[in-house]
């Protein structure tokens, strides 16, 4: 079983930056691949960007490419996100996922989920 605890949400001004921060504990093995999602309110939950634990491969969705930056730290079983030149459209809950596989742009194939942490960037 793997548990994921986000923290580092908060509300922050147009063109503003936040850390987010997932630390997994549990049975964290080095295929295990991760990810942000984030879904706004009335709308699905979407891909943001994932990152492999081994290697370090990464992968981001069109939106937050050149703003956003997903790394990971293995010594401390913890993932990150770099938010900057943030936009009201990223306004959103948060979520970090696990995978026991390579890294992947769909929801479904993540196993763990953790429970979320909102972003609100005001205009």
């Known amino acids: ?3 994921l605890v986000e923290s580092g ?19 964290i093995f080095g295929r295990y691949a991760m990810g942000w999602f984030r879904q706004a309110p009335g709308k699905e939950r979407d891909f943001v960007a994932a990152i492999n634990w ?15 930056t997903i790394s990971r730290d293995n010594a401390k ?3 990150y996100l770099q938010m900057n030149s943030l936009k009201p459209e990223d306004t959103a ?8 596989g390579l890294l992947s742009t769909r929801l479904y194939e993540y196993n ?12």
């Open 54 to 68: 081994i290697g370090g491969s990464t992968y981001y969705t069109d939106s937050v490419k050149g703003r956003f």
């Open 9 to 27: 949400g908060g509300l922050v001004q147009a063109g503003g930056s936040l850390r987010l921060s997932c630390a997994a504990s549990g049975r």
């Open 77 to 79: 079983n913890t993932m």
């Open 112 to 123: 763990y989920w953790g429970q979320g942490t909102q972003v609100t960037v005001s205009s």
């Open 93 to 100: 809950v948060y979520y970090c996922a696990a995978r026991n």
């Open 1 to 3: 079983q793997v548990q």
